[in-house]
Nanobody, 124 residues
Framework: QVQLVESGGGLVQAGDSLRLSCAAA????????MAWFRQAPGKEREFVAG????????RYANSVKGRFTISRDNAKNMSYLVMNSLKPDDTAVYYC?????????????????WGQGTQVTVSS
């Protein structure tokens, strides 16, 4: 089993930045891809960004491309999501996810482990 714990959420104003962190513990394996998803009130959970084990390939939702950056530090079993130029539409619970495969996937059913989520609220 793998445990994922997110941190770094909070209440910010439009235009501000935040950095989310995800700590992984347990039976982690090499080549696991990681991703961030989010779920806004009344909406389905959606893919935000993903990254391969090496960090050489990243993938972003169109809505965050150019504003968000995903990265990871495998030595520390951490992944990060830097969010710049935040908008009220970015308000959601953000989840860290990990899958037992090397490729990034955009569907939540493709991920094996999930964190409990961290709230991000962007005021206008």
């Amino acid at each position: 089993q793998v445990q994922l714990v997110e941190s770094g959420g909070g209440l910010v104003q439009a235009g501000d930045s935040l950095r989310l962190s995800c700590a992984a513990a347990g039976r982690t394996y090499d080549r696991d891809a990681m991703a961030w998803f989010r779920q806004a009130p009344g909406k389905e959970r959606e893919f935000v960004a993903g990254i391969t084990w090496s960090g050489g390939i990243t993938r972003y939702a169109n809505s965050v491309k150019g504003r968000f950056t995903i990265s990871r530090d495998n030595a520390k079993n951490m992944s990060y999501l830097v969010m710049n130029s935040l908008k009220p539409d970015d308000t959601a619970v953000y989840y860290c996810a990990r899958r037992r495969a090397s490729l990034v996937a955009a569907q939540e059913q493709d991920y094996d482990y999930w964190g409990q989520g961290t709230q991000v609220t962007v005021s206008s």
